[in-house]
């Protein structure tokens, strides 16, 4: 039995960054169902589930491990204003991607939406293939007892497909503050957006991904496509942005990505968090799983992807290097050869699988 039983799946040492008058003990939260403001919650309660990883404390005693790591650079970026992201090919780069990685999928919006994908995918399944089945089967769900557990043991094979991918600083120098949330990853694409065909576009080895992960009111970390992109005004390791509305927008993507709870400091007020979700909230119904019979031949084939949310996002400190109208009739080219492309593809007529 665990001796742990709080599992927190966005680290306490993270949170502390947005904490008022970084304390560590406070933080400002909206809860976008109820839609409820707390001025002061008590960060040691927040973004935490009981016996999240499981019963034992393997899991939660590892990324404790690699949290401690991590929370060294984050505590040099953030308090001692260090902006010197780690040089490729690095231990520290691995680590951070690796810890970027396993944010994103250790959460319960990710295990929602690993158990929707499952769900979606298995019917459609069902229905083209065992029609005699899909009567009685229509109506039933696949429960996982820990689907933030399958996400995150499967995230860990997957930490080199964020190979090819530069990371810099963003600075914050305007009046607004960033916020996070309790899935506070975001990935993004630019180019597909602007190409037009945003399936698959946010998937880890697609071409012109970038991914937005913000560890302070002031500070951004921001992992991108090198060969899609230029980012900033040539400073080697960071930018800055004095622009409310690109904040603003980062922030919304915040919101649009949360399950349901956003965290922040004392200088982010009621009033603005809910314009902030008058401006976003519609955006959340607005992510969708594809899956898609596909005929060759005498051969029937599962596609699976999935279209993520996106805002028609303009970032000053992000240019297009590329034409995306060269890509407007791909699906999710990949970002570099050495990856290969990998489809959800089943072949259903084929009697040795």
């Given amino acids: 039995m665990s001796k742990k039983k709080k599992h927190h799946y966005v680290p306490r040492f993270y949170l502390k960054r947005f904490s008022a008058n970084n304390e560590g003990k406070f933080l400002g939260l909206y809860n976008l169902e109820n839609e409820v403001f707390i001025e002061k919650a008590p960060l040691k309660n927040q973004a935490c589930k009981n016996y999240l990883y499981g019963k034992d404390d393997e899991i939660e005693n590892a990324l404790a491990s690699m949290e401690s790591e991590v929370a060294k650079m984050f505590y040099y970026w953030t308090e001692e204003r260090l902006l010197f992201p780690p040089p490729p090919e690095t231990n520290g780069f691995k680590l951070l991607k690796q810890f970027i990685l396993y944010q994103s999928y250790r959460t319960p919006k990710s295990g929602i939406d690993i158990t929707k994908t499952i769900n979606q995918s298995l019917k459609k399944v069902i229905k083209e293939f065992k029609p005699d089945l899909w009567k009685s089967f229509k109506d039933s769900t696949l429960i996982y007892e820990n689907p933030e557990l399958l996400g995150l043991l499967n995230s860990v094979k997957h930490i080199n497909l964020l190979n090819f991918l530069d990371c810099k600083f963003l600075v914050n120098l305007s009046l607004l503050p960033f916020i996070t949330s309790d899935a506070p990853v975001i990935y993004y694409n630019q180019l597909m957006e602007k190409a037009g065909n945003y399936v698959g576009a946010t998937g880890l080895v697609a071409k012109g991904l970038q991914i937005f992960y913000p560890i302070h009111p002031r500070l951004m970390i921001c992992l991108y496509d090198p060969k899609v992109y230029d980012f900033g005004d040539g400073n080697e390791d960071c930018s800055a942005t004095e622009s409310i509305e690109e904040v603003h927008s980062l922030n919304g993507l915040q919101l649009i990505n949360s399950q349901s709870q956003l965290f922040f400091n004392q200088n ?25 019979i596909i005929k060759q031949g005498n051969r029937k084939f599962l596609f699976t992807s999935s279209e993520s949310a996106h805002i028609d996002l303009e970032l000053s400190f992000f240019k297009l290097k590329i034409n995306p109208l060269n890509f407007k009739n791909e699906i999710a080219p990949i970002r570099h050869s050495s990856f290969k492309q990998k489809v959800n593809k089943i072949d259903f007529n084929d009697k040795n699988k």
């Fill in 268 to 292: 982010i007020s009621k009033e603005y968090i809910i314009e902030l979700s008058n401006n976003y909230k519609e955006y959340r119904q607005s992510s969708k799983n594809i899956n898609e």
